[in-house]
């Protein structure tokens, strides 16, 4: 299987960021729109988040990121918008699946030394972190084979697609 290696510069969020804050209520309607909707990720907690972002890039928060309701659509949304990855102290359970399953990495660290706009490079498969910016590694125990290889795969209806079932290696 491929090495699955990210790269991107950092955008910073805080603790407790909900889905609410991620798929703002008011845009309700184009729920059946995602690429519309993603548009406005995240836009109630930085506002031109969405104009600054270039493909790739780190959404980098604190602890309990995803809380709140189980919108897949909240990933989603994310992902269309071009985030490689999103990377929390902690993720509320329910975010951390769903992400998993429309093909989102998400990543737990320590995020306290990361600033905004430092350049990472994140290797999924063997579990390091770098800021390349501030020159320092930190390791994350890697996601268990069967979440890599939905990941690679593009997410799980996509995995289910091209293997007819769950995959584990």
Do not use: C, W
């Not at 910073?12 to 960021?17: L, V």
């Not at 309990?64 to 919108?71: A, E, P, V």
């Not at 993720?91 to 350049?119: C, H, Q, S, W, Y």
């Not at 084979?145 to 079932?165: A, F, P, R, Y």
């Amino acid at each position: 299987m491929k090495e699955y290696i990210l790269n991107g510069r950092a955008f910073i969020f805080g603790d407790d960021i909900s889905t609410d804050h991620i798929a703002p209520g008011r845009h309700f309607h184009l729920r059946s729109n995602l690429p519309e909707l993603s548009k406005h990720v995240l836009e109630d907690v930085y506002p031109d988040f969405y104009e600054k972002i270039s493909p790739g890039d780190f959404i980098v928060a604190g602890n309990n990121f995803g809380l709140g309701s189980s919108r897949e659509h909240a990933p989603r949304i994310i992902k269309i918008a071009g985030v490689g990855a999103v990377i929390a102290k902690s993720f509320a359970r329910i975010f951390f699946r769903n992400a998993i399953n429309v093909g989102l990495p998400v990543i737990m660290i320590d995020t306290e030394k990361i600033e905004e706009g430092d350049e990472l490079t994140v290797d999924l498969d063997s579990g390091i972190f770098r800021n390349v910016t501030k020159d320092f590694e930190l390791e994350f125990p890697p996601l268990p084979q069967v979440m890599q290889t939905i990941l690679k795969d593009g997410g799980l209806v996509s995995h289910i697609n091209q293997h007819g079932d769950i995959k584990t290696g």
